[in-house]
C-alpha cells in the first residue's frame, strides 16, 4: 500500500473524522489519499490557527483533535498553536510534510527542521525516515497525545516517504517502554490525604484544568458535596466544577476573585487537583500560610514541588484519585468554615458597578448578559486580554456549560478558531467567542472558515481600539498617562468585514442595543458577529 | 550547589541528545559533563550526566527527563555506590630537561604516555575528578599546551543493572 494511503487508513483506525489542513507541495500525496477517504477536511486560511482548531475540537470531544500542514513555513506557522495546546495540555497530533530525506540539510526549497523546533512545545515528535514505521509511529502519537498528561505529538513526513510503498498493518498494541504514565493514586497515599483532611479545619480543594483533560467534573462535585470542602478553580479549571453550588468559592490567580485569595488565606489545608502552581495563578495565593498542609494530586510527576513546595504528593490520573479519594472518605462537615467561606464571597459579590463615564458598554454588564441569556449547554471560547478576564469572571458555569480559553501561553486569536472547533465537533453545543480588536485583527481570514462550514458561532467582539490588558499594566506600572503602543487607531468597520465575508454583522454602543442584537443572532442559525463598543476605561478587575 | 552523576538508560534514536541538551538549555540546568554511547543492546544508548544544583533541582531534573518519551530509566549514582571514571588527554611541554621528571609522576598516577614528540609528550590518564584535579596540579608548571577530558562516565556496583531497576 502506498504510504500516504497508510497514513490516512491510520487516522481512520483512530475514528479521526475531520482533519483541518494547509495543503502545499510537500503533503500533495497525502491530500490525494485524503480526497479519497471519508475523513472530513477544512481548510483554514492560516496555520497560525490550524492548530487552535483542532484544540477547540479536542476540548469538545476527548479526542485527538488532528491537523496536516506542508514543510517549511507552514510548518513554522504551525508552532505558536501547538505552544499553546502544549501548555494547556491539550491532545493534538500535527503532521507535517517534509523535503525529501536526500534533501534534508541541504536547505532545499521550504524545508524547515520542524522537529528540532518544535521540541520544547510537543510532548513528543517524530522525524519518520522508513515509511514502514509509520503505522507504528501514528499509532503512537495519538496514544501518548491522549493519555498522561495530554499534549501535543508532531510527525515530520518527508515527501518522498510518503509515496513509499508498505505492507499495512495497523499495530494492535503500543510498546513505548519509557512511556508508562501513573494513572492510578498510591493507596497509602490516599489514606494519608483523607486522615489529614479530617485533621483539618479550613480545607480548600484547587481544581485545575487537569479535572477538564481527565472528564472528572462528577468526581469532583461528588467529592466536594461528600466532604463539604469549598472549591476554587484555576484559569484552565473554570468549567469544571457549577457555579451555582453552595461549594464554588471562585477563580483564584493574577485576574481571579480577590474573595478566592482571601478563602486560599484562611485555608489550613489546600488539595490541589490538577493544576500546575503557575506564577499567573499563584499571584492569587499570596495570602496563603506557607507552613499549612499541601495535598497535591497530579498526573505529572513533575509538577508537583516544581513550583510550589509540598507535604502530601499524590501521582495520579484526577478521576482515578478522586474516586478512591470518595471511595475511602465518610462524609464530613465543616459548617463552621462553610458559613465563613460564605460570608467573604458575600461581601464581594455586593458590589458589582457597571457605570460608564462614557456611556459606551461596560463590558462586564455585557458578558453577565451572556451569561444569561445561554443555554446550559453553552461553551464560551474567550481570546486573550481584558476580554478573557471578563469572560471568566461573570460568564456563570451551570449545567452542562465549557468555557475555553487560552490559559497557559495567552495566544491572541485562540478563540474564533478554537470556537470553529468546538461547533465542527459537535454542532448541537451553543458556541460564543467573545474577542478583542486586536485579537481579531490577527486572524481575519478564519472569518472565511466559519462561514464556509456554516459554523454557528455568536462573535462578540469587545471594541475599545485599544490593547487593553498591556494599557492596564502600563498604566498600573507607570501612571495613567503613560500607555504607550497600544492604540488600535484605525476605526475598523468589523460589521462591514463580516459583510465581506457574508456573516450577518451588527454594531452596537450601548446595552440596550447589545440586548436587541444579541437576541437577534442567537435566533439565526449562521454565524454572526457583533461589534461591541465598550467603555475602554472599564478595568478588568 | 552540589554535583550530581546521574546515569540514564534511553532510545538509541538520533535527536535523543539534542533533545536531553535542549531541556537542559530550556529549563536552565546546569550541565557539568555529558558523556554517551551505545550499550550491549544497539537499540539503547547509556548517557552520563554530571549536573550542578541542589536537591530541588535534582528532583526536578530527573523529573523531566523521565517525561522525555525516549528517557527509560534515570538513576542517580552515589558515590558510594557506584564508581565513575573520566579520561583525560594532556599534552604537556617537554624539553630534555623536564621529561623524565613528567614521566616519573606520570607513573605514580598510572597515566600512560601516547605520544613522544621533540618538545611535548601526550598523556593518558584514567580516573575520577579527585585524581584528574591533582594530576593537572602537577603537570601545570610543566606547561599544558592542550588539555582535554572526556567527562564523567560511570555504573552502579553490584549486580543491579540500570535496566530492571
Redesign the interface.
Known amino acids: 500500500m502506498k504510504a500516504s494511503k497508510a497514513i490516512i487508513r491510520c487516522l481512520e483506525n483512530e475514528n479521526t473524522d475531520v482533519v483541518f489542513g494547509y495543503p502545499g507541495a510537500a503533503v500533495i500525496s497525502i491530500y490525494e489519499s485524503l480526497r479519497e477517504s471519508d475523513i472530513k477536511h477544512i481548510l483554514v486560511r492560516n496555520e497560525q490557527s490550524l492548530v487552535h482548531y483542532a484544540s477547540g475540537y479536542a476540548r469538545e470531544t476527548n479526542k485527538v483533535g488532528v491537523c496536516i500542514s506542508t514543510s517549511g513555513p507552514g510548518a513554522t506557522n504551525t508552532i505558536t498553536g501547538i505552544a499553546t495546546a502544549y501548555m494547556d495540555s491539550i491532545p493534538v497530533v500535527i503532521i507535517t510534510g517534509q523535503v525529501d530525506t536526500d534533501l534534508i540539510g541541504t536547505d532545499a526549497f521550504q524545508e524547515a527542521d520542524i522537529?528540532?523546533a518544535t521540541?520544547?512545545f510537543t510532548?513528543?515528535n517524530y522525524?519518520v525516515k522508513d515509511a514502514q514505521d509509520l503505522p507504528r509511529v501514528i499509532k503512537e502519537a495519538f496514544y501518548?497525545a491522549n493519555t498522561g498528561r495530554k499534549g501535543p505529538v508532531l510527525i515530520d513526513i518527508p515527501k518522498n516517504i510518503q509515496e513509499d510503498s508498505i505492507k499495512f498493518e495497523y499495530p494492535k498494541e503500543i510498546k513505548?517502554?519509557?512511556?508508562n504514565p501513573t494513572l492510578s493514586g498510591h493507596i497509602g497515599q490516599i489514606k494519608r490525604a483523607i486522615s489529614r483532611i479530617k485533621a483539618s479545619e479550613r480545607p480548600v480543594i484547587y481544581a485545575g484544568g487537569g479535572i477538564l483533560s481527565s472528564h472528572a467534573e462528577k468526581e469532583i462535585l461528588e467529592f466536594a458535596e461528600k466532604t463539604n470542602i469549598p472549591v476554587i478553580n484555576s484559569l484552565m479549571g473554570v468549567g469544571g466544577f457549577p457555579q451555582d453550588s453552595e461549594l464554588y468559592a471562585g477563580i483564584v490567580g493574577s485576574h481571579g476573585y480577590s474573595y478566592s485569595s482571601e478563602i486560599i488565606g484562611r485555608t489550613d489545608l489546600l488539595i490541589t487537583i490538577g493544576a500546575r502552581m503557575s506564577n499567573r495563578a499563584t499571584a492569587g495565593f499570596s495570602k496563603l500560610n506557607p507552613n499549612i498542609e499541601f495535598i497535591h494530586v497530579d498526573i505529572?510527576?513533575?509538577e508537583i514541588?516544581?513550583n510550589v513546595g509540598y507535604t502530601l504528593p499524590i501521582v495520579g490520573d484526577a478521576k482515578k484519585v478522586l474516586k478512591d479519594l470518595i471511595d475511602k472518605s465518610s462524609s464530613m462537615n465543616y459548617s463552621s468554615w462553610n458559613e465563613e467561606v460564605k460570608s467573604i464571597k458575600k461581601r464581594h459579590e455586593s458590589n458589582a458597578d457597571y457605570e460608564t463615564q462614557s456611556g459606551l458598554i461596560n463590558a462586564k454588564e455585557l458578558i453577565r448578559h451572556i451569561s444569561d441569556k445561554l443555554d446550559d449547554n453553552a461553551c464560551l471560547v474567550a481570546d486573550v486580554g481584558q476580554n478573557q478576564i471578563w469572560s471568566a469572571l461573570n460568564y456563570k458555569i451551570i449545567k452542562s456549560r465549557k468555557f475555553m480559553t487560552s490559559g497557559g501561553l495567552g495566544t491572541m486569536a485562540y478563540s474564533i478558531p478554537a470556537a470553529t472547533g468546538v461547533k465542527i465537533a459537535n454542532p448541537d453545543r451553543q458556541v460564543v467567542c467573545v474577542i478583542g480588536d486586536g485579537g481579531i485583527q490577527m486572524c481575519l481570514g478564519e472569518l472565511a472558515v466559519l462561514r464556509e462550514q456554516n459554523a454557528n458561532v455568536k462573535i462578540v467582539l469587545l471594541n475599545n481600539r485599544k490593547l487593553g490588558l498591556v494599557r492596564e499594566i502600563q498604566q498600573d506600572l507607570y501612571g495613567k498617562d503613560k500607555s504607550y503602543g497600544v492604540d488600535l487607531n484605525l476605526q475598523v468597520d468589523f460589521r462591514k468585514i463580516a459583510q465581506a465575508y457574508s456573516i450577518p454583522g451588527y454594531e452596537v454602543s450601548d446595552m440596550k442595543e447589545f440586548k436587541e442584537a444579541f437576541d437577534e443572532v442567537l435566533e439565526r442559525d449562521e454565524p454572526c458577529l457583533i461589534q461591541c463598543n465598550i467603555d475602554p476605561d472599564v478595568r478588568t478587575l | 550547589m552540589k554535583r550530581y552523576v546521574l546515569s540514564l538508560l534511553v532510545e538509541n534514536n538520533s535527536g535523543v541528545l539534542s533533545r536531553i541538551a535542549g531541556l537542559f538549555a530550556r529549563r536552565c540546568f546546569n550541565i557539568d559533563s555529558l558523556t554517551v554511547g551505545t550499550t550491549e543492546d544497539e537499540t539503547l544508548s547509556r548517557m552520563t550526566i554530571v549536573v550542578i544544583g541542589d536537591e530541588q533541582i535534582l528532583e526536578q531534573i530527573k523529573k523531566q527527563l523521565n517525561k522525555l518519551v525516549e528517557v527509560i530509566k534515570v538513576i542517580e549514582l552515589s558515590p558510594y555506590d557506584s564508581i565513575s571514571r573520566e579520561l583525560v588527554f594532556i599534552k604537556v611541554k617537554a624539553s630534555n630537561e623536564t621529561r623524565s621528571n613528567i614521566i616519573e609522576i606520570s607513573n605514580i598516577f598510572r597515566a600512560n604516555i601516547v605520544d613522544v614528540a621533540h618538545e611535548s609528550l601526550i598523556l593518558e590518564l584514567t580516573g575520577d575528578a579527585g585524581k584528574i584535579e591533582a594530576f593537572t596540579n602537577l603537570m601545570e608548571p610543566f606547561g599544558i599546551l592542550e588539555f582535554i577530558r572526556s567527562g564523567a562516565t560511570g555504573l552502579q556496583r553490584g549486580e543491579r543493572v540500570l535496566k530492571e531497576n
Open positions: 522537529k528540532g521540541e520544547p510532548k513528543h522525524l501518548i513505548i517502554p519509557g512511556y505529572d510527576p513533575a514541588g516544581k
